[in-house]
């Protein structure tokens, strides 16, 4: 049996923020439990739907973006867009995702 300091449920923004926090105070035994996939409910979102808040890439001047889930991280830099579409955040999600350097997501 495995036995975790910390258990978050769902891989959404906040799952993933909190498990990039976890890794950089050194916590490493934790799980992120997610019932379908890293994103899933951004990818449900209808191709033409894009977040009303934009991202900024403001982070040089030590601003973290509004949509990021990291600090150093933006979705605008990252994705390319400062509007990004569900499956666009998903994308993001994943890439920055603890979640997925221990699973194939």
């Not at 909190?18 to 439990?33: H, S």
Request: glycine share 10%; aromatic share 12%.
């Amino acid at each position: 049996m495995d036995r975790f300091d910390c258990i978050i449920v769902g891989a959404g923004p906040a799952g993933i923020g909190v498990g990039i926090a976890l890794q950089d105070m050194g916590l490493t035994q934790f799980v992120i439990l997610e019932r379908s996939e890293v994103g899933a409910s951004f990818l449900l979102w209808p191709e033409e739907m894009r977040f009303i808040t934009p991202s900024f890439t403001s982070n040089a001047y030590g601003l973290l973006d509004l949509n990021a889930i990291a600090l150093s991280t933006s979705p605008a830099y990252t994705l390319g867009t400062e509007h990004p579409s569900g499956a666009d955040y998903a994308d993001y999600l994943r890439y920055f995702s603890p979640y997925c350097a221990k699973t194939d997501c």
